[in-house]
């Protein structure tokens, strides 16, 4: 895929609006984003020297209520990539029913090579320069790549301080002992996991005849092989930034995480270790994973992961993504020609949100839950929206992905109408 990010996500948008009965209006008002907010944000290095840092926050619907949305830092990010993101979260939000908008931050840097003090800095730095643009019924934070349970507890400590008061209700995905949810830092990976076990079984797919290949394996991928481990699926490839190994018998799943556990960095706040340098396993690099012989692949890394110059290499049988954007629109076009389902990411990574969700009920009823209440509300909801999709799909010939967005569509031209004033125009005509 070459150009904007954007306008290749727009492209969901755009197949959708034409199987949903909302208002023209409705449809055009989200094609745009509500609010754009462009920071550079000065940290002081722990040598001495002033370094300026590029941050962005974007809210790209609040119809449903306030803005929610993580905070990525990678040397990638863009306001393409931020409003692309924000445009993600505002369907998800929609198509799990959350009374949440949608909405995305980032920060342009490469994280690893800041030490902990700095990225400290540089995360309450980040939140002085947005906070009159967020607050717990605005816009809310949460954790994404290479952002984590530490940061976003600085992230709500700053806020606090600026409004003094506490307001725990501003960030998701805190620890647990900063009024985070138990069940939180796995909803994203757990959500996933509920959801391919819902879903195989309509294909006759089941752990004792599944193999399956992840790649990313960071909160969201680390998480969802595990659980598939541990079900009796077998997990023959995975990957992260540095490449991926490979066994045809299924690939240990417990020990490669206790392996990158115990070689965390003590310095900084990432794991040094990657998983290529783990055992007796074939090394293999990201493309080849994508291309493996697998009944199911899981993007659980980055964004255009499959595209034209790929799709017509993956061998997998089905496609649940994990991560947000890993599928171009060109991509899909070859993959549904091929007949191989992709199962979108507006739905499968959904039950990071969900738990999200789940924090802030809690943070403002001052009621905190057990995991096992946690899991159980995630799977009942999430499975829910899923079946759905489902039929949606079976009931129009469409796509997952189309049959997604209608879904979520519905809600959201139903809210923004129910807001309108169109009709007091027309009545006057
Ligand atoms: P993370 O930072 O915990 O992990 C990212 C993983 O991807 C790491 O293993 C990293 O090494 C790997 N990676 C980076 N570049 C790669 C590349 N080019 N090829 C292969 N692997 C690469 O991030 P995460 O939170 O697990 O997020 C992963 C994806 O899931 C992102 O698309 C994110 O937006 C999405 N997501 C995350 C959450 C959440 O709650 N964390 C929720 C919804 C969606």
């Given at each position: 895929?070459?150009?904007?990010?954007?306008?290749?996500?727009?492209?969901?948008?755009?197949?959708?609006?034409?199987?949903?009965?909302?208002?023209?209006?409705?449809?055009?008002?989200?094609?745009?984003?509500?609010?754009?907010?462009?920071?550079?944000?000065?940290?002081?290095?722990?040598?001495?020297?002033?370094?300026?840092?590029?941050?962005?926050?974007?809210?790209?619907?609040?119809?449903?209520?306030?803005?929610?949305?993580?905070?990525?830092?990678?040397?990638?990010?863009?306001?393409?990539?931020?409003?692309?993101?924000?445009?993600?979260?505002?369907?998800?939000?929609?198509?799990?029913?959350?009374?949440?908008?949608?909405?995305?931050?980032?920060?342009?840097?490469?994280?690893?090579?800041?030490?902990?003090?700095?990225?400290?800095?540089?995360?309450?730095?980040?939140?002085?320069?947005?906070?009159?643009?967020?607050?717990?019924?605005?816009?809310?934070?949460?954790?994404?790549?290479?952002?984590?349970?530490?940061?976003?507890?600085?992230?709500?400590?700053?806020?606090?301080?600026?409004?003094?008061?506490?307001?725990?209700?501003?960030?998701?995905?805190?620890?647990?002992?900063?009024?985070?949810?138990?069940?939180?830092?796995?909803?994203?990976?757990?959500?996933?996991?509920?959801?391919?076990?819902?879903?195989?079984?309509k294909?006759?797919?089941?752990?004792?005849?599944?193999?399956?290949?992840?790649?990313?394996?960071?909160?969201?991928?680390?998480?969802?092989?595990?659980?598939?481990?541990?079900?009796?699926?077998?997990?023959?490839?995975?990957?992260?930034?540095?490449?991926?190994?490979?066994?045809?018998?299924?690939?240990?799943?417990?020990?490669?995480?206790?392996?990158?556990?115990?070689?965390?960095?003590?310095?900084?706040?990432?794991?040094?270790?990657?998983?290529?340098?783990?055992?007796?396993?074939?090394?293999?690099?990201?493309?080849?994973?994508?291309?493996?012989?697998?009944?199911?692949?899981?993007?659980?890394?980055?964004?255009?992961?499959?595209?034209?110059?790929?799709?017509?290499?993956?061998?997998?049988?089905?496609?649940?993504?994990?991560?947000?954007?890993?599928?171009?629109?060109?991509?899909?076009?070859?993959?549904?020609?091929?007949?191989?389902?992709?199962?979108?990411?507006?739905?499968?990574?959904?039950?990071?949100?969900?738990?999200?969700?789940?924090?802030?009920?809690?943070?403002?009823?001052?009621?905190?839950?057990?995991?096992?209440?946690?899991?159980?509300?995630?799977?009942?909801?999430?499975?829910?929206?899923?079946e759905s999709v489902w039929r949606i799909a079976q009931e129009f010939g469409v796509?997952l992905?189309?049959a997604?967005?209608?879904?979520?569509?519905?809600?959201?031209?139903?809210?923004?109408?129910?807001?309108?004033?169109?009709?007091?125009?027309?009545?006057?005509?």
């Amino acid at each position: 895929m070459s150009g904007s990010l954007f306008a290749d996500a727009s492209k969901r948008l755009e197949k959708a609006l034409k199987y949903v009965a909302i208002s023209e209006d409705a449809g055009e008002r989200l094609k745009y984003p509500k609010n754009s907010l462009s920071v550079s944000i000065p940290v002081r290095m722990d040598d001495g020297s002033l370094r300026i840092f590029q941050g962005y926050r974007v809210r790209y619907d609040d119809t449903r209520g306030p803005g929610k949305g993580g905070v990525r830092y990678h040397p990638k990010v863009s306001l393409d990539e931020v409003q692309s993101l924000a445009f993600w979260m505002t369907f998800k939000c929609a198509l799990l029913n959350l009374p949440f908008g949608g909405a995305k931050g980032g920060i342009t840097l490469n994280p690893k090579a800041l030490t902990k003090a700095e990225l400290e800095r540089l995360s309450r730095g980040y939140i002085e320069a947005i906070a009159d643009f967020i607050g717990p019924d605005i816009d809310i934070l949460a954790p994404d790549v290479y952002t984590n349970e530490m940061i976003m507890g600085w992230m709500m400590d700053q806020y606090s301080i600026i409004q003094r008061k506490i307001s725990p209700g501003v960030v998701t995905g805190k620890p647990v002992t900063m009024g985070g949810s138990v069940g939180r830092n796995t909803a994203t990976g757990t959500g996933a996991f509920y959801l391919l076990q819902a879903m195989l079984p309509k294909f006759e797919q089941y752990p004792s005849n599944t193999t399956l290949a992840v790649q990313g394996f960071g909160n969201a991928g680390m998480v969802v092989a595990e659980l598939l481990y541990q079900a009796g699926y077998k997990v023959l490839a995975i990957s992260d930034s540095q490449g991926g190994i490979y066994n045809e018998q299924g690939l240990n799943i417990p020990e490669i995480i206790q392996h990158k556990r115990e070689h965390r960095s003590l310095a900084g706040m990432y794991c040094d270790e990657t998983v290529c340098n783990l055992g007796d396993n074939l090394q293999i690099s990201n493309e080849d994973l994508l291309a493996l012989p697998v009944d199911v692949l899981i993007p659980a890394a980055l964004e255009n992961q499959i595209t034209a110059a790929n799709a017509k290499q993956v061998q997998a049988r089905y496609i649940f993504e994990v991560a947000n954007g890993p599928t171009t629109s060109e991509a899909d076009a070859i993959l549904a020609a091929r007949g191989i389902p992709v199962f979108p990411d507006i739905l499968v990574n959904a039950g990071g949100v969900t738990v999200s969700y789940f924090e802030w009920v809690q943070n403002r009823s001052g009621l905190y839950w057990s995991v096992a209440e946690v899991n159980e509300r995630l799977q009942t909801r999430l499975v829910a929206e899923a079946e759905s999709v489902w039929r949606i799909a079976q009931e129009f010939g469409v796509s997952l992905r189309t049959a997604a967005y209608i879904q979520a569509l519905n809600r959201l031209g139903e809210a923004l109408d129910a807001k309108g004033t169109r009709d007091y125009y027309a009545s006057k005509a």
